[in-house]
């Protein structure tokens, strides 16, 4: 076994192989670029070295620069993670000519598995049913409105190389693919320093269904359960689940036994996904192989037991898989929502900006559920504009599907961050959706329950009676402090707390009557209903938990001035208390409207402009492209939302923008 590996990445993936090479014995090795000099990973590590400036390009993907690492240390293998450079065939050649071990498949598994157009043909010869779509090299946007003719639409255009939803197009029309193929050339090559794109046929209402396998170096693959990761949006995933509410044994075993057969064709020797994409009827089609560990990889330890970085390692110091597949037994069921640096309100722009407040809920085994969440940032680190967004994945298991997402219901709620925005609001909403807790799943599932984007939705029934309930607690534990206070002109135990109050939550009024009843407060509504709440809540604290009637509750809490902003249930809305003479003197009070900014386009999210697409004078129309802004390696097109005419030009290609600065006004 090898006394030491280098981990060639950073952020929640490296802390994640760390974690698991620490509890083998085997010490470890971190790279940091200038932007994570501070990271956690580098921390974490018993060792780190600085490997140069921010941007990837100049750091994580300079092959010679983690050699020269490993030399350094003495590192004897290369963890790749995830991204960067975990699907580059040069990468293990490399190491391999360096006398280090890549922990990780063979060189010639990635080059017939990691290119998109190469493992569909080495698919369709190992009998993997698979996507109508043409295979080769396509050279210009002509061509692939040729082939998308040809095809039939809708179609996909998608990179060769990479993953991640980057380099990854659906169109409809042949105006859409010449746009779509040249917004996926310009994100792979920046991605993955690799233009080649394909078309394949895009599968109306598919699921996205992929298969774990792992292999070793003595021949042997099995495969461990499906997980399903058909919530996506832009073709990135949001929710993983493990396994799929769609399958049965016999579609799983069918599955598998082919991902199996794919996986022995090119003699794949490490943890790899065969993706599928899945019609509603269970049939299915090959989309692509992963020739590295998965972001949802989780889900799949959950249900299966199994540490698929401990196997990686132990596959890649020769040893023989420990289990065969008939001992391969699923077991309950794993939710994986990931924690994204980006803004849902805004049609989830990326959001960059230190973390002011990181409070994850607590991981562990809780009744029945067990909570886990895997990150790589801290309170007070910088979520930087040169990498992915992800913060954090926070997975819940549970025995039963409907257990595993109430788990992680609440984990969300009591999932605090501040500092920038991020979209644990909409995973919280998603939680409550009846759609996904059905299983009625799509890969278009957000597009078609939130074709506006998103809003938080204002609290409604029960959801309310808990956020009022709590509103009113917070209320009295506030009072309690304030009445507590030293050096008062009057005692403390001479003022009168009134038990009539008001709750005045999203513009709605919630009377009731609060009474302490031992160490509990009991809230009495006006119908009569009586819900006792108890929480050790503290004021300043960014999460309210305790007890509301008989259910575990978690809400975030954030102060306003006379009053609380509250977050429940993917629901949000601000909460004020008073007593009955405040409510009705308050109801008098005229509300303040914001002024818009209709005539002006705001950079939605600190980015680099790539392009300005229009010009001064130039008339407009509604929906027409104006400029294209790239973070965190995504580009973004900004388009106009009415017809008009530009005025002014603020910005030009190469500027960097903070968020809100003005890219251009209109007359």
């Given amino acids: 076994m090898f006394e030491k590996i280098l981990i060639a990445n950073r952020g929640e993936i490296a802390c994640r192989v760390i974690k698991t090479a620490r509890r083998m014995g085997i010490k470890t090795v971190a790279v940091y670029s200038d932007a994570d000099r501070d990271a956690v990973h580098v921390a974490m590590a018993d060792e780190a070295v600085h490997i140069g400036p921010a941007p990837a390009a100049q750091s994580y993907l300079l092959i010679d620069k983690i050699i020269d690492a490993c030399k350094q240390t003495g590192a004897q293998a290369v963890h790749p993670g995830y991204g960067f450079l975990s699907e580059r065939e040069a990468f293990p050649k490399a190491l391999q000519a360096a006398g280090i071990v890549f922990i990780g498949p063979n060189p010639g598994a990635i080059a017939a598995m990691g290119d998109k157009i190469e493992s569909k043909k080495a698919a369709a010869a190992a009998n993997v049913s698979t996507v109508p779509g043409f295979l080769g090299v396509i050279e210009s946007p002509e061509h692939a409105v040729t082939i998308a003719d040809e095809i039939g639409y809708p179609v ?145 330890e959950m249900i299966t037991g199994l540490d698929l970085v401990e196997l990686m390692i132990r596959v890649a110091a020769g040893e023989k898989l420990p289990l065969s597949q008939s001992e391969v037994k699923l077991d309950g069921w794993a939710v994986e929502s990931r924690v994204y640096a980006e803004d849902p309100t805004r049609n989830f722009l990326p959001s960059i900006g230190r973390l002011a407040t990181y409070r994850p809920p607590e991981e562990g085994r809780f009744g029945k559920a067990i909570v886990r969440n895997d990150t790589g940032v801290e309170e007070g680190g910088e979520i930087a504009i040169h990498y992915d967004p992800m913060i954090a994945k926070l997975v819940t298991w549970a025995p039963t599907r409907a257990e595993a997402i109430d788990s992680q219901a609440e984990a969300l709620d009591a999932f605090a961050i501040e500092g920038i925005r991020h979209n644990i609001p909409f995973l919280a909403a998603l939680m409550a959706h009846p759609r996904w807790r059905e299983g009625n799943l ?48 009057r005692d403390s135990s001479l003022l009168h707390f009134e038990r009539d109050r008001v709750v005045v939550l999203a ?63 993917g629901a949000a809305a601000e909460a004020r208390v008073y007593t009955r003479r405040e409510a009705e003197l308050a109801a008098l009070m005229p509300v303040k409207e914001a002024a818009g900014s209709g005539k002006q386009v705001l950079c939605p999210m600190p980015g680099l402009v790539k392009a300005i697409l229009v010009k001064e004078g130039a008339e407009v129309k509604n929906g027409e492209p104006l400029a294209i802004v790239e973070a965190m390696k995504m580009e973004n097109v900004l388009r106009a939302e009415r017809d008009a005419t530009v005025a002014k030009i603020h910005a030009k290609e190469g500027d960097s923008l903070a968020v809100d600065a003005v890219i251009l006004e209109f007359a």
């Fill in 507 to 569: 513009g709605e009024t919630y009377p009731v009557t609060v009474d302490t009843q031992d160490d509990e407060l009991v809230v009495t509504q006006d119908d009569g209903t009586t819900l006792t709440v108890a929480s050790d809540w503290r004021p300043g604290e960014p999460v309210w938990s305790g007890t509301i009637g008989s259910d575990r509750v978690a809400i975030q809490v954030r102060g306003l001035l006379n009053g609380v902003a509250l977050q429940h249930a």
């Fill in 442 to 489: 799509s890969t278009g599932f957000i597009a078609e329950e939130f074709p506006e984007g998103f809003v938080a939705p204002e609290p409604k029934g029960e959801v309310a009676r808990r956020m009022a309930a709590a509103a009113a607690a917070i209320d009295h534990k506030l009072n309690q402090r304030k009445r507590g206070i030293s050096g008062q002109m």
């Fill in 156 to 300: 996909m255009i998608k990179a060769s190389a990479g993953g991640g939803g980057k380099g990854m197009r659906i169109a409809h029309s042949s105006d859409e693919v010449a746009e779509g193929f040249a917004r996926a050339k310009s994100e792979a090559s920046s991605s993955f320093g690799d233009d080649r794109v394909f078309v394949e046929k895009f599968i109306t209402d598919p699921r996205h269904i992929e298969i774990q396998v792992i292999g070793d170096k003595h021949g042997n693959v099995i495969y461990l359960g499906e997980r399903e990761c058909s919530i996506q949006r832009r073709n990135q995933k949001v929710i993983e689940e493990a396994p799929s509410p769609l399958l049965d044994e016999a579609t799983r075993r069918k599955m598998g036994e082919q991902a199996v057969a794919l996986a022995k064709a090119v003699n794949y020797d490490s943890a790899g996904t065969v993706e599928f994409v899945a019609g509603q009827d269970k049939s299915f089609y090959f989309l692509e192989m992963n020739t590295r560990l998965q972001v949802e990889h989780p889900v799949t």
